[in-house]
């Protein structure tokens, strides 16, 4: 990283010095890259004795779904920055609070695992959603409802929706029950709280007895959380654009704009991204060293889930096709990018037959990338209890030879 010798701002409209902050740090786009590997556990030894919990912590928030190739996608976050750490082991992090609460999940991203220290900065939103009102399901008797809810849990305990009285009405997987709608609204609201899974299922508590007392609070206000929230994301990011801040927590770009001078993060200037950047002062004070991982990498994983900012540091375009129709796919159903030496050189699209990892597609970008994906996917079969991996497709028929005797070598 290069400081200036005297602070100079590009002025054109929508660059620094709309902010009113002038960049006086210069990174290369090769620095920037290198600081959001960082940022995110992914250059440098990884921290094993903090765990997956100490992954949920630095990133912030870790993205849930409910597609299951290889993993959910939120076993998949820890596995890449701490290698073959035990899947049961990843679930007792997250759902697990040796008797008081170490997570939670909410709106972030998109509905993610949160560190439970999270709780009091998404206040904002469940104040929001109580303005609003409703949620996009209507309920026929919403203060009944709620009503039979909170007693339930009050007397009960800890439950599931189905032990509520059912989550669905029959239908489709939206067909909510009234129940349902009930529980997520209370969620969404914030009275009750998500801390653990079963099966699964999400498991709901009252949130005054499930989120520690020094947390359970709304104290906070809307610029206080906003604050807090986009100082976390550029942590964990390391460097990061005003469009990379509001997509991290989900914001809006003029709440980025009306905190972001108060958030402690540096305005920089990164070469060839054109536009203002921030870092975080600790990801500064010394230059990123140490291994890279090579791992594969779930599409919902934080460091890939922004497509506009892949592609900039990157220069790497990955889209998730699970949702498009078959045919028209170009990598396949759960393609997984490649990451080794500090690049995204290739994608993977798996699944499991038995004790066999199968490649089903794959893509490379350089014979270069042949032996880390051999590497990563014997990683992987490892870690799922697989003894064999078998590559279906490859789009390059020299690569694939080349693969084939590498995962044989």
């Excluded at 600081?35 to 440098?44: C, D, S």
């Excluded at 890449?80 to 759902?95: D, M, N, S």
């Excluded at 779930?298 to 699970?322: K, Q």
Aim: net charge positive.
């Amino acid at each position: 990283m290069t400081t200036a010798a005297r602070p100079k701002a590009r002025t054109t409209a929508g660059r620094t010095a709309e902010h009113g902050a002038r960049a006086e740090v210069r990174l290369s786009a090769g620095q920037a890259r290198r600081l959001a590997l960082r940022a995110q556990g992914l250059l440098g030894a990884p921290d094993r004795r903090a765990g997956t919990r100490g992954v949920l912590r630095r990133l912030g928030a870790v993205q849930l779904d409910t597609i299951s190739v290889l993993a959910r996608s939120h076993e998949l976050v820890p596995y890449a920055r701490l290698g073959a750490v035990g899947r049961e082991a990843v679930e007792a992090a997250y759902w697990s609070g040796d008797g008081e609460a170490a997570a939670f999940e909410y709106w972030s991203h998109a509905a993610c695992i949160l560190p439970i220290e999270e709780w009091p900065l998404f206040a904002f939103r469940r104040r929001a959603i109580r303005r609003r009102g409703h949620r996009w399901h209507v309920m026929a008797d919403a203060e009944g409802s709620c009503a039979t809810v909170r007693e339930r849990l009050k007397a009960e305990g800890p439950l599931t929706a189905s032990e509520l009285g059912g989550a669905k009405n029959g239908g489709e997987w939206y067909d909510w029950s009234e129940t349902k709608i009930a529980v997520e609204w209370l969620l969404d609201t914030g009275e009750v709280v998500c801390t653990r899974r079963r099966g699964w299922k999400r498991v709901y508590d009252l949130a005054e007895r499930a989120v520690p007392q020094e947390l359970f609070h709304d104290d906070l206000d809307d610029a206080a959380c906003i604050r807090r929230l986009v100082a976390q994301a550029g942590a964990a990011m390391g460097v990061a654009t005003r469009a990379d801040l509001a997509d991290y927590h989900r914001l809006k770009a003029e709440q980025v704009d009306a905190v972001i001078g108060e958030t402690g993060l540096v305005p920089v200037e990164v070469e060839g991204w054109g536009r203002p950047a921030w870092a975080d002062p600790a990801a500064l004070a010394e230059e990123p060293r140490g291994r890279h991982r090579t791992t594969l990498l779930s599409p919902f994983d934080s460091l890939v889930w922004d497509r506009p900012r892949t592609e900039r540091i990157f220069g790497f375009t990955h889209r998730l096709e699970a949702y498009v129709p078959k045919a028209r796919r170009v990598h396949g159903y759960f393609a997984m990018p490649l990451l080794t030496g500090g690049a995204l050189v290739g994608r993977v699209d798996p699944a499991r037959e038995g004790r066999t990892l199968v490649a089903r597609q794959v893509s490379m970008e350089s014979p270069k990338a042949v032996e880390p994906m051999a590497r990563a996917l014997w990683e992987a079969a490892g870690w799922v209890g697989c003894d064999a991996v078998r590559v279906e497709r490859c789009d390059d028929a020299r690569l694939a030879a080349a693969l084939v005797a590498a995962l044989e070598g």
